[in-house]
């Protein structure tokens, strides 16, 4: 089995982006662009995958995952929301079936 090779980020960048670049260029499968990449750079095909993936995950540019870190506070603060209004509903539901019971001791008493 081959020692694993150390590739840098540049080279790991160059790799994605002239995978994107074939993928523009015209009607090819994203398998096939891996796998001509992969041949004319020399690099293991998962590895190349793995990269692609990483980067996709990661946004591709710094702005873009600048403009998901409102996005991403925006939902964790309408989640905190949704969590308090729901403990809110628990709330009134339990004080309505109390009124309730009330209401119905006092019909039921006259």
Same mark, same amino acid.
């Given at each position: 089995m081959p020692a694993p090779r $150390?590739? =840098?980020a540049e080279s790991q960048a160059r790799a994605v982006r002239l995978y994107q670049e074939r993928l523009e260029q015209g009607n090819i499968a994203q398998t096939r662009a891996r796998q001509e990449i992969g041949e004319l750079l020399g690099i293991n095909l998962g590895t190349l995958r793995n990269w692609i993936r990483r980067e996709q995950g990661e946004g591709l540019t710094p702005a873009a995952s600048a403009s998901q870190e409102p996005a991403n506070e925006e939902v964790a603060r309408l989640r905190r929301e949704n969590a308090q209004l729901r403990r809110a509903n628990e709330i009134l539901k339990t004080a309505s079936a109390f009124f /309730? /019971?009330?209401?119905? =001791?006092? $019909?039921?008493?006259?």
């Open positions: $150390k590739y =840098d /309730a /019971a009330a209401e119905l =001791d006092r $019909k039921l008493g006259q």
